[in-house]
């Protein structure tokens, strides 16, 4: 859990697919619901989620008994946990802005082109920059 508090949910569905721990699965199984969840009942973009809170507490546990010599018995604890995951979507004025903003990157990258001067040196040609 420590490992994907501050990553987009979507990237760490991603990563917990890689993560060689028991708990990873059903982590990841917890954050896709949450996440489809937020998709379908609120309306919000898988891209605009944020973790805003995961808990993991400790649960019941069921008490079971295993049978030793002498009519005896060992206690057995199975312990189970309940996870916790909240979402909050980014607003949609910040979503706006960024978009912009990166539609304003693509279009200063598309009106300066770079030019390439060549020169030939020799046999090879030489390929210089040119802003």
Do not use: C
């Not at 721990?21 to 996440?35: G, Q």
């Not at 507490?57 to 009519?71: D, E, V």
């Not at 802005?97 to 304003?104: A, R």
């Amino acid at each position: 859990m420590d490992q994907i508090k501050k990553m987009p949910p979507s990237k760490a569905v991603t990563m917990l697919d890689f993560i060689n721990k028991s708990a990873s699965l059903v982590l990841r199984k917890v954050i896709a619901s949450a996440i489809a969840n937020a998709k379908n009942n609120h309306n919000l973009k898988e891209d605009a989620l944020l973790f805003k809170r995961i808990e993991v507490a400790s649960g019941p546990a069921f008490k079971r008994y295993r049978p030793i010599s002498r009519g005896r018995v060992h206690p057995i604890l199975k312990r189970t946990s309940h996870i916790r995951v909240v979402l909050e979507g980014k607003p949609e004025q910040e979503l706006k802005k960024q978009s912009q903003e990166s539609q304003n990157q693509v279009k200063d990258s598309q009106e300066k082109p770079l030019k390439i001067s060549e020169e030939k040196v020799g046999k090879k040609w030489d390929k210089k920059l040119i802003q």
